[in-house]
């Protein structure tokens, strides 16, 4: 997948879970997805933290760095501490430091020269799964989630 595609796949999981953000209340933001599981706004605030960490990854292929993913490894308490860290910040500001970010990690993404981002023509499989794959599964999620509540 290249640059322009990879972009335009993003862009259906991005847009579905922001249009589900915004025609939700407040309150429902904060519902569990599902028992024992995390809210849209606890989701939102793991996207942010992965977006940012992203924007690193990229700002280090920008300038022909090797990136340490190592640090992120366990990714199960940086999760549960982004989600931790937000837990008091309103749902609308939440919901605008999203756009904020993703649109710097967009920024970012469009700034790195093809010959330091692609591999063999193609986005890179970390970036493939960090962002897009990664999106693609917590939108479905929140349609489960929606699809549940409508029943």
Known sequence: MNRDDFIAAL????NSLSARLASLSPQQVEQPLAEGKWSLKDLIAHFIFWDTITVRALEACYHNLPF??????????????AAEEMRDSPVKRVAAEWQVTHAIMLETLNRVPDERLLENGEIPKWLHENVL??????????DEFLKRREI
């Open 11 to 14: 862009d259906l999981p991005f």
């Open 68 to 81: 340490n993913w190592n640090k992120y490894a366990d990714w199960n308490s940086l999760n549960a501490r």
């Open 133 to 142: 794959d990664h999106y693609t599964y917590h939108a479905s999620q929140v």
